[in-house]
């Protein structure tokens, strides 16, 4: 009954946040944010993401793309961005970063 509205003894019972949220990063912090979106590589096949605003913790990072193969630079990702290489230029990267409350 983790996460029931109701306990069984009429009061309401709160949300298990085991459950409910993703934690990630150090220090793990509440408020976790999700954070999208796209890019295209430059001729040398890089592309580095800027995030819209910074992670408290490193955020974990998944790219996607569909007519090649890109791949999260080891050792890029940081708290306001990362570095993606694809094979070959103008590729585009879709991009999703989970991470601890950013700093908004």
């Given at each position: 009954?983790a996460n029931s ?10 949300l298990d946040r ?84 950013a700093s908004w």
């Amino acid at each position: 009954m983790a996460n029931s509205l109701n306990d069984g003894m009429n009061r309401p019972s709160q949300l298990d946040r085991r459950y409910a949220a993703v934690y990630n990063g150090s220090p793990s912090a509440g408020a976790n944010i999700v954070q999208t979106g796209q890019g295209i590589s430059t001729a040398g096949s890089l592309l580095n993401i800027t995030f819209g605003a910074a992670f408290l913790g490193t955020p974990r990072v998944q790219v996607t793309q569909y007519d090649g193969q890109a791949v999260v630079t080891a050792g890029s990702v940081g708290l306001t961005g990362f570095t993606v290489l694809t094979a070959g230029g103008s590729k585009t990267v879709d991009w999703l970063a989970i991470g601890s409350g950013a700093s908004w």
